[in-house]
Structures are given as C-alpha cells and as structure tokens.
C-alpha cells in the first residue's frame, strides 16, 4: 500500500464561483478520490490553512509520496515546510508537482532554476505526446491523449535538462511544452506533470488519473537516505595516515593526538 | 577580458593565527591574485563584511564569473544576497564554488541537494585524478596532480548528477571523492572544485591556480537568459483557437473578447 | 522471479591452469550460483563457445537480465549477436557488464564510446566506495568494502555520463575509478561493475555477490518498447493538414490523393 | 577558422527529378553555400561516391566539425568509415547530424540507440521552438521559426535523454518531435537538427542555415583526447603497492618482477 498525501492551496476553490462548481470540496479531494481508486493507494489530502499546511512531521512519516497542486498562494507557503518537504523528498518521499505547482517554492527550490514557462488561458485543446512508450509512468496511454480544453504552458520551460522525458504536449495555438519529465534529487524521485487548471475539469479525466496513479506508483520508494556531513577520525580512516614528521595518525602511534 | 569576483567568506583569517599565517590578506585575496596572473582574466573581491557582503547589483553587473568560498560563516549570508546571486547565475553569470563552499546557501540552492560530504582533517595526501583529458578545465594537467597535505572529503557527496565529471580524488586514508564536477542551470555554468581548505596553502599551488583559472574561462559566458513567465495572450497565439462554441480566438472574430 | 542469463567468454578458463583452479567450471557458473542463492532469482549461463554464442531468441526471449563478462575473445563475439542482444536491451532487457567487459563489443555499442581505462595487474587492495546509499544496487553495503587483491582499473573511463554514480573505487597503488555506474538505452536498464578479473576469486565474495543480486533487481523492467519508425498517413494525423492550394489531407477531401 | 566537411550521400538529387530540381548540385553544396556566408566558417563537400565516402584520413586530419545528411544509402555507407568517423568524433571532432541522418550508421553508433520516430509526408508546416533562448546554437532565432512544408518527424524519438534540449517542432498535423538536441560523447559534441527533407528547399531558410551556422560554431573543440587502454605498471604506479606476503611491487623491492 503506497500512502499518498495531496496537497492543494485550496484557495481558488474557496473564492472562485467557476471554480467551487467544478472542484467543490477542492481540487485536492478530487485528485485523492481518484488515486484511491486504485487499491494500491491509499491518498489523504492536506492544504494551505491547516495548521503547518497539514505537512507536519507525523503526516510526512506516514507518506510515500506526496503531490502538489498550487497557483495563487505559493507565497503563503511556509518556509519552514518547504524546508521540511525537501528534506523528505531529498530522503526518498516522492514528489509529484502538478500544472501551476511549476512556480511552488519546492519545485523551484528541488530544481534550482526559474521554473519559467510562457502561458496562455484560451480554452485551446492539447495533446499529449508519449516520449517514453515502456515508461512506468505512461502505461495504459496509447502514444498520446488529449484535453479538449485547457490552459497553454510553453516553452521555454526554465528547469534543469530531466532525466526522462515523458510527455510533450501540442497546443491548439501553436505552443509545445514538456508536460511530463522526472527528476531523481537525493534519493526522491521527482516528476512533473502539466494538466490542471482549476477553470477546467481536468482531474476527472480517466488519462490524467491514470498517469496520476503511474506517477505515484513509479515515485514510491521504500529506502531513506539521511545525510550529515559525518567527520571520519583520523583512527577511523580505512587507512594509516602518516603525515610528514609526525608519524602515523593512529591511536597510540607516535604522533597521533 | 573576463571579469570575476572573488568571495571571501574571510572570517577565519581574521580569527585563527594559523590561518592568519598562511593567508594574511585573506583566502580571496591570494585567489584573485592567481587569477590575475593571466592577462584575459581580471579578477576583484568581495566579502561577507561588506555591504550587501560586496555584491551589489553594480557589482555583479560587472562580474562575468563569481567564486565562492565559505565555511564556519554561510549562515551569515543574507537570503536576499542568495536570491540576487543565483538570479544572476540563471542568466549567465559563471559560478565556481570551492571546498567547504559546498555547504554555501548559494551552492545548495543551485543543485536543490543536501550537498552533504564526509570529512577529516589529518592532513592527508590528496591525488586528483583527471576524468576527462580534453576537457577545458584540465587544460595542462597531466594525469593527476597532488596536494601533500589536505583536509579530506570523502563520498557519498550529496549532489544532482553532474553533466560532467572533471576530478576524481584519492586521499592516502582510502577514501574517494567527486572533486570537480559541472552543472548548466538556466543559462549559467557551474564548476564545483574541492581544494582549499584554510590551514594548508592550496591557493598557492601551482595546479591549483591552473584549474581556477581554466574554470573560469570554462564559466564565462557572454549571453543572458532573463525569463519570467509571460503571458501569450489568444491574438498572439501562432495558430488560431477555435474553441467549441464560441468561435475563433482572434482580434475581430467572432466570440474573440 | 527474475530470470537472468550469465554469459561467460570462458576462454582464460580453459586455457589458463591458475584461472582453472579458481574457476574450474567458468566464471560463468560461479557467478550463476551466486545468484541463485537468491530465491527470487533463476539464472542460467551461456557461452562464447555454445551457436550463436548460447545467446539464440529463444534464450533472449527467456532473459530478463543479461550479465556479460568477456576478457580476450571479445572479437570473436558475432557482430549479429550484439545486434540481437543490443535489440532486446532497447526493448527493455536489463544488461550487467562486468570487470573486463568494458570493452566487450556490447556495452560500447550500447555507450557509443571508447570505454577505455587504464589498468594494472598488481594483486593490490581495492575499496569501494558507495556513491548512492539509498540506491537499489547498494542495499546491504554499509559505506564501503574491499578486495584485497585485485586488478587496477584506473581513470579516465571512456564512458558517456552515468545517469548516477553509484561506486567509486580506491586503489592501493593510488588511482581511482568509477567503478559501478548506471545507464537506460531506450527501455533497457544497464549497469556496469568494475570487480571480477579472472585470476583473482571476486566471483566468491559475498559484498560481490551481493550486489549483483542487487543490480539484477534493480535492471530488471517487466515492459518491453518495439519501436520501427512508423510512417502516420495523412488521414490518420491527430489534425487535419491543409496544404496551400491543395486543400485538406484528408481522405475525401480536396486534393487529397 | 572553423574547417567544416559537408557530407552528402548524394543520391535522390541524382535519381529523382523534383530534387534534382531544388538541388542541382545537391543538398551538400547548398548547405556549404549556406556555411560559407559566414567568414568565421570554410566548408567543403564529401559524398557517398567518393573513394572512402571522401571521408579519408587526410579529409578528417583538416575538419573541425562534419556534417552528415543521408536518407535511402545509410546502408551502403561502410562499416570502415563510420569506425573512422566515430573515432574522430571521439577524439573531438564537432559532429552535426541532419533530418533523415537519424537513421544513419554513424548516429545510431554515437547514441546507441535505435534513433526511431515516426513520420509523414504532406508537406505541413513546422514550428520549431526555442527550448534554451541563450544558447550559442539559438542566438538570432526569436522564440521560434516556421518552416512552410515539411514532411513530420513524431515522438517517440529513441534517442539518450540529451544534455540539452535546443528546439522542440509543433506540426501542423498535430506531432511534436526534439528537433534540435546535443550530447557530449568522449570529447566531441553533437548537436542533432531535424529540419531538411529532399523534397522541399528546407536549406535554403535563413533561419536554417543561422541555426547551422551557429550549431558549427558550437561543434567546434579545439583539444583532442586519444585514449587507448594504458597499462600502468606496479613501478609507475603513485603509490607502493605492498602485496600480503610478497612485498613491495617497485623496482628493487622484494617480491618485485
């Protein structure tokens, strides 16, 4: 069972008529409730307003991957909980980062760029492109889906070169941008994935729940890594350390202190 | 003529005799004066105790390539100076990070890691190993080179993938460590480079000053990349969007607002 | 249950009385029993010396992991077979190159590169170090472990760069290396790992056989990806093309032939 | 000067009359054309019929970087000079590989991959966007550029993640494809440019031929770097090498032979 917590800023939802009808318990509850289709996962949501944006330290021991969706309040984030949340991925908890989520302080800060994009809301079509047909992440999409109506993101996209990439989307007006790329950054897995605005009805879409569901499936990993900067002693070395006049660096050598 | 600002973090010289010793002017001052022995390079300084710690927005309008040494003081850097100084490297400024600037706020904002290290001070033998003869960087640098007394840095060095590996270190207490390695992030080229710590002379050496000045002219880079996500609105999409109902996306077309 | 085929060149085996003694049934065999002490591993071998190298479809269609070790006979490898077996790890075959297979016609075809090192038979001490100690392939090793007695391979290594470093070696005479290292080739997971000459019993030690268990899980990848440049015809274009004055490629439409 | 060699297989501007009509000289002339505008750059001509593919010794002693465009002949270029090629793109000659050059011997030998796409011709338009606004390979282009009528490259494209990703194509027809994408393999640089196809004066775009222009320049590498397997032996190693119960391996040591 993969646990997964998706986070949303809940804030449009609250404050948007178009968007409370299409999304009204939050875009949040609508990408868990289509994870926990999927009786591998176990999703449970977290926002903005809850007391340390729900990401305390006992719901990120209890999540194996994490998902985040925000747009108009990545300000509010607190950098405290970014710190925190990267410290997590960087250990092993997987990270998916959706649509608007590119210009979050943990995408950019677990990238280390811009995270730049050029945008458009029109309402246009597009299409996403299969890069990577045996990829974990793209099983059960046949070489690429569509969207009928959704907002632009294009190139240039201001990230480090992925180290796959996934989908590449066509827009309508004449835009592509590279919707879907993964990451490895410490031992967290990292993939981003474009679809989701919340004037559209996105996260009820069977492709977009389904590669939600690969990603989280791909991004889960069961190991940790914590690192600290360790001093070795010199009597720990793996080897003797003779240093010019002073003789050995090893306990009870002449010149080990 | 490639303009680089040498930072100094210049705290232990100011406090520690030994160091005091070996570099009275500070650490930065004998780096710049490496640099300037050759006559493409023209290279300045800048410290923590100064305002805005030397790098003001004129001064790295001015600076082609930035290196950063550190230690006992990175908590001491200003977020705000972090921020400016990795904008500028997005856009093309060149940074070179030294040794136990690996733990720099600037160097972990770039690669998004922990940037975590192993360490001793034994004053060990270090034996630099070139990974990659050709390489601008090695330029003059047969093999390997030595440094008789070093601090170490043993892996597993808490890093992204480098897009090159430059050094590979041996120390005489049997470890290993990625010693030079590169990353491109947004427009700007990163070297990070181990030697250096503050109670050895590295800065003299010979090799040494070859590799910083190669890495910096590696770094140098004429062109700026500023991105900030713009908007493209529908009349200026490439291709026209029809959207269902509504008609075309155009200036003048029908359902275009 | 993963099934892995060991290929062995088993030359030196039948040739050399001192590798013989270490190896009386092949390296292949000594390796192959190491991995089935693995209950979720069944490995066979295959031999240089079998037609069509041991290496027919039928085997490949029953191989979920290659691993290759070669030393003095790679030129007697069949340029068909490499192509076979280039194909299938494409495809998604998991492939394990070992020690003297650096320079086996598979993984520098599968590279595009030199893959040259330099080397040295001295019976010296090898430690290696792990770079990644979250990583799938180093589960078990605990910082580092050592040969004592082994053949050098020294940088630099030939090689593109590793999607993620994983080993990297300390050798007593004073060189390092990269010695286990990771690459995907279209849906194939590849990893090299230096340890195994062949008068030397590497094959029997157990942080050896230990990560080989290790990299075999970690290269095997149950989908498989057949691509053969697919022409699309116009009419099954996602789009309708309109040509200038030729109207729509579509079929039934004007000037659509 | 930065010496480029051109090379043209050369046939359907033989065989066919709607080439021979755009390219009566063949491509590989127009493309030098192109090329020779700029004063920085000469560039000469090789093709397929020329003794050794004019690819002889002497012709690649004099070329900084060559360029390969070929399409329905990959077959009949030889194994001996693709080795030859290989090498030298190794040792760091620049290697710019062109349209239909996908499917080449030479790039499938660098990528070691199956290079597959998918693909039509209908003469539809291209828009190729600029992926990384600042470097060298797009100084002059402007966000994008269009090509009237091309025929279409699709993803998935089976190629290495790039190191950098320059140009991604929108078509008409409603593909996307990595139309312009670099790799570093040994010391030679590789940039791949999809625009080109025979049947349309692709080589004669302003935009195309800035875009080569500046892919030579980048291409361009100085250094070489010959490597060929040295053996080190025990008496040049760095250190000494002690080896239980034999002593010292250096000349004059026991145990030394």
Redesign the interface.
């Given at each position: 069972m993969i646990r997964v917590t998706v986070w949303g800023e809940n804030v449009h939802e609250q404050t948007n008529e178009a968007v409370k009808k299409i999304y009204p318990d939050g875009i949040h509850a609508v990408i868990a409730a289509g994870l926990n289709e999927d009786p591998e996962l176990k999703a449970s949501t977290a926002t903005l307003q809850e007391p340390e944006h729900g990401l305390t330290e006992a719901v990120l021991d209890a999540t194996d991957v994490l998902t985040w969706w925000g747009h108009c309040a990545h300000g509010d984030v607190e950098d405290a909980i970014v710190d925190r949340v990267?410290k997590r991925v960087?250990?092993?908890m997987g990270l998916i980062v959706l649509h608007s989520g590119h210009?979050s302080k943990i995408f950019k800060?677990?990238?280390?760029?811009?995270c730049?994009?050029?945008?458009?809301e029109?309402?246009?079509k597009e299409?996403l492109?299969?890069?990577?047909?045996?990829?974990?992440i793209t099983?059960g999409i046949d070489g690429?889906f569509?969207l009928?109506?959704t907002e632009?993101y294009?190139?240039?996209?201001?990230i480090?070169?992925?180290?796959?990439?996934i989908f590449?989307?066509?827009?309508?007006?004449?835009?592509?941008f590279?919707s879907g790329a993964t990451?490895?950054?410490?031992?967290g897995n990292i993939f981003y994935f474009r679809p989701g605005h919340e004037t559209y009805p996105i996260y009820y879409d069977d492709n977009v729940k389904l590669v939600l569901k690969n990603g989280v499936k791909w991004a889960a990993?069961a190991?940790?890594?914590q690192?600290?900067?360790?001093?070795?002693?010199?009597e720990k070395?793996?080897?003797?350390?003779?240093?010019?006049g002073?003789g050995l660096?090893r306990p009870g050598e002449k010149g080990f202190s």
């Open positions: 990267q960087l250990e092993g210009y800060r677990m990238m280390g760029t811009t730049s994009l050029c945008w458009r029109a309402g246009e299409r492109w299969v890069c990577n047909p045996a990829h974990p099983q690429y569509e009928p109506h632009m294009g190139e240039p996209f201001g480090p070169t992925p180290d796959e990439q590449i989307s066509w827009f309508q007006g004449g835009e592509v590279r990451w490895k950054r410490g031992n990993n190991s940790r890594w690192d600290d900067c360790p001093n070795v002693p010199p070395a793996p080897e003797p350390i003779t240093v010019q002073e660096h």
